[in-house]
């Protein structure tokens, strides 16, 4: 098999032929067809995510060289292992890969994605920037249905992490308003979620107004630009009082105070974006306002499967993917790393 490897951070991936792996147990071996590129990839390559304030975390703690990355994967079963009971040869699935350990309290109520041991594919285990992949256990494949295969991938991360974020200002309020910050390729697949769970359309805000029209063509409101004066006055104007809902795909200090800033009474901000940045909060604020503020990493294997019923009813839009052969991901990953993308980056083996 072929893979493109991390063999140093910050270093070109590279190129390298290795035995196709031999399934025991209840793995399986899956090729693979399609892989996103995910600005994760980016702080992986880098070696660090940045909290801002000069504080850094070692993404030597979360991936050990050599390791092939990529983690949106679909393909088609190739071989199982002797234990494995409803996977056949030929079955094209969409891979789960926020494994977990399998036995702790966290993985046992359903949280895998929360592991204070993971083993996910494309960052702990070898994952998708290659012909083949290795899956533990075939539970983690789902079936995509009539979805294409650049589709299909990008529900295992943009898709997931927009969806689970979404799940987390809900119930919402009837009359109440949404704001999504960012509208990359998670920001735009929350956007065109949000009609499928019954969430207003959202007011989106981004820096590049080039991602303008994609923003709105996923089912934006109105999109406005998070730089511009007074643009925190304008949105508790536009909104009577503050959105209810603010889901912040950037991370940076600055999509923070947007979306903290602009709530309304009992509203909630959800932080999803790992740009990196730092920010200072009054906690009078958050008492006087009863605000709510909550993390969100990825998501649920049994939200995948959620979103996954939703994406194979075929009434979301297509999120924007240009693809590329995988010998060009290293060019692919400078471009997703100057800001040049609008929408997803797939790559093909």
């Not at 040869?89 to 890969?97: A, E, Q």
């Not at 920037?129 to 789902?142: G, H, K, R, S, W």
């Not at 909104?239 to 105070?257: E, I, K, P, W, Y």
């Amino acid at each position: 098999m072929q893979s493109y490897r991390l063999e140093e951070f910050n270093k070109p991936f590279v190129a390298t032929e290795s035995s196709t792996p031999v399934p025991c147990g209840k793995e399986v071996v899956v090729d693979v067809s399609a892989c996103g590129l995910c600005h994760s990839d980016v702080h992986l390559y880098e070696g660090f995510f940045d909290l801002g304030d000069d504080a850094k975390v070692d993404a030597t703690r979360i991936v050990d060289p050599p390791r092939t990355l990529g983690h949106e994967i679909v393909g088609t079963v190739s071989a199982i292992g002797p234990d494995v009971n409803n996977a056949r040869i030929g079955d094209k699935r969409v891979i789960f890969p926020w494994i977990g350990c399998g036995q702790c309290g966290i993985c046992e109520r359903g949280d895998q994605h929360l592991c204070n041991r993971p083993a996910a594919l494309g960052l702990h285990r070898d994952g998708g920037f290659a012909t083949q992949v290795l899956v533990p256990d075939e539970e983690y494949l789902i079936d995509f249905g009539p979805l294409p295969e650049a589709q299909a991938c990008t529900y295992a991360c943009s898709g997931l992490t927009a969806y689970s974020a979404l799940k987390k200002v809900m119930p919402f309020p009837k009359e109440g308003s949404l704001l999504i910050i960012g509208a990359g390729g998670v920001g735009l697949s929350a956007i065109r979620l949000a009609k499928s769970l019954d969430l207003p359309a959202p007011l989106v805000a981004e820096i590049d107004q080039t991602k303008w029209e994609l923003a709105k063509e996923a089912g934006a409101a109105d999109v406005i630009d998070p730089t511009a004066a007074g643009v925190i006055r304008d949105v508790i104007k536009l909104t009577r009082g503050g959105v209810q809902g603010a889901l912040d795909f950037v991370g940076s200090g600055s999509s923070f105070d947007l979306g903290f800033n602009t709530l309304g009474k009992a509203g909630t901000l959800v932080s999803v974006g790992l740009l990196g940045g730092a920010t200072k909060i009054s906690p009078a604020m958050i008492s006087m306002k009863a605000v709510n503020l909550r993390g969100s990493y990825v998501g649920s294997l049994e939200e995948m499967r959620e979103l996954m019923e939703i994406a194979r009813s075929g009434n979301l839009p297509d999120l924007p993917v240009s693809t590329k052969p995988m010998t060009e991901v290293n060019e692919a990953l400078q471009s997703l790393r100057n800001g040049q993308v609008r929408g997803r980056i797939v790559m093909l083996p």
